[in-house]
């Protein structure tokens, strides 16, 4: 009940290559990123800086 073992991972690879697919997987990764990313900025404090980025993104689009 610890860490994956290398044949765990692989596994665990292969069947992400089988659920999402080559193509979607990138993006599936990007998104969790910036999830992580976005969870970690918000117990920082962060989250304000975020709000106005995401306005002035819209303001010049």
Excluded: Y
Excluded at 4 to 16: H, Y
Excluded at 31 to 42: A, C, V, Y
Aim: overall charge negative; aromatic content about 8%; proline content about 2%.
């Amino acid at each position: 009940m610890g860490w994956l073992s290398g044949w765990e991972l692989v596994l665990v690879i292969l069947l992400a290559l089988m659920f999402f697919g080559a193509g979607k997987l990138p993006k599936v990764a990007s998104q969790l990123g910036s999830g992580i990313r976005n969870f970690q900025d918000s117990l920082k404090g962060n989250d304000e800086d975020d709000d106005q980025k995401k306005i002035e993104d819209k303001s010049t689009e």
